[in-house]
């Protein structure tokens, strides 16, 4: 009888293992900021400019040569956390007659959170808005000013410290930027580097 | 050696032929999407933009009855530039067809005899050939029920569903041998004013820009109105309307107050500025 119950017990404990072995693997786990490898205490301002971004609707894609962002960091709980404060963007264009008129980043700040998916690290940056005005000699979306919103997660590279936004990153965290009920690809690679009381240290996320 | 020659003059010909088709076939390609335009009545200085909507599907709940939408309702013509509300007026199409008058079948005709959705196809077959044939079936055709001038667009609310992205005032045109040449249900001075929006349960559907960005086309828009109210049904069956409009109207569900009634359009909007259409 006792041993019904332990055995019991033991099916139990296994259960549950293997339940939450499995939630560690594939979803979302919490990594942290780390600076030289040791884990980021206080806060930390990163500063950056893509090496290449672009957002594209189908049939247009807008591209900014100088994108840049601060990235307020810290680590609370375990958790790496932060917000973007400032994303100024120039010199943008379009593949298409359209020009970009305006553009600009607003309500901010945007807050960002680091997750795990299936062993790969991600920042997930939530509430991002960014008003453009199109213009332009026959550019049928002339005068209109297109807000995107919505959430972006970007894979963490550690080796080159930066992060990656791209289809894949976007649907492994379940994020997504939209143009009314449209999907907007943003493609972009950012530099991960501290500016603050950490320069020159290497700032990684595990 | 001549044979030879030959060959090559032959394959050389036959490649030539294939890449003149080839051209041929981009080129009227490229013509179509201008093509949605014909109608536009893109050089009147009012115009600002022009526009085509084909309603590929949808239906109309009007009372107790609902009109699936099988046969595309094209509204073609321009629109000014947006006033301070991001509202645009229509301008009529140039050949006068500004919103196409498309029949669609009542189901169950002018008897109303609709077999249950769960009955074998046979039953179905033979209620529609006895009840929707040339004498009892009806045919109800969407017209335009004021001056093009009175259909309003919002570009943005369509865009981001918000608000009213589309008013249109209609009538319907009911017909049918019995019911006579002018039998509507609406009127010009009592319309079903649509006020459509791709709000939920509408959807804005997905844009795509075509010929660099000069066309935008809104695919499957989902534009929705259950707010309406429509009157009773007038002018059917001639000088006998005063005995046959109960009748409709009794079959109908009319007049039927707001929010029984509903308008679901399925659409593909297409829209270029007027300037790009006049160097096409």
Sequence with gaps: MRRKASLKVLKGALVAAIVSAVFAGSALAAPAWKLNGTELSGSETVVGAAIASSMTIPGMTTTCNHFLYTLKINNSGGTGKGEVTELPLYECSTNTVCVVSAIKAEKFPWASHLVTVSGKNYIVIENIRVSI?????????GGLTVPITGSAGGLIDNTTETATFSPTSFSATGTALKFGSNNVEW???????AFEWHREQALTVS | MTEKRLTRIRVGLVAAAVAVCGLMASASAQASEWNKFDYCPSTNPTVFKCMQAVTTGGEIVMGKKTVPIVKP????GGTTEPNEESVSSFVGATNGITLSKTPQAVPGGLLGIVPPESSPPLVKAL??????NSLTGVNATLELAKPASEIKVSELNLLFEEGTALTLPVKVHLENPFLGKNCYVGSSSNPLTWKLSTASPGTGGSLEFKEEAQIAQINGAKLVDSTWSAPAASGCGGILSFLVDPIINSQIGLPSAAGKNKSVLNNTITVALAEAVNEH
């Design chain 1, 187 to 193: 493609k972009g690679t950012f530099p991960t580097e």
């Design chain 1, 133 to 141: 005005t199109y213009s332009g000699k026959g550019c049928a979306v």
């Design chain 2, 73 to 76: 309702v094209t509204l073609q």
């Design chain 2, 127 to 132: 209620s529609k050939f006895f009840f929707e």
